[in-house]
């Protein structure tokens, strides 16, 4: 199944895009995406530990199951530990 990620900040900095499209085998869930990013961009290991993460807008565990088209989302924390705003998926 096809997953939409998108990335913010130190995210897009380290990937080098604002998103991607990647394929995961059917009943995956946000942590096993997680995983494969962590495979494809080690460099993302120390920000990826204090992500939340969304998909289609709403937080979810990583347990959540991800389905075909789905948009998941890291959320990275920023200067200070805040939490970067969702609003950002506006832009």
Known sequence: ????????????????????QLTLPEGA??????????TRYPRLQPIMERCLCAVNRGYVTPETILHEGDELVFIPPM???RLLEVSLWNR
């Open 1 to 20: 199944m096809n997953i939409r990620i998108r990335y913010f900040a130190s995210l897009r900095e380290i990937v080098g895009q604002n998103e991607e």
């Open 29 to 38: 869930n946000v942590s096993d995406m997680r995983a494969a990013l962590l």
């Open 79 to 81: 200067g200070g530990g």
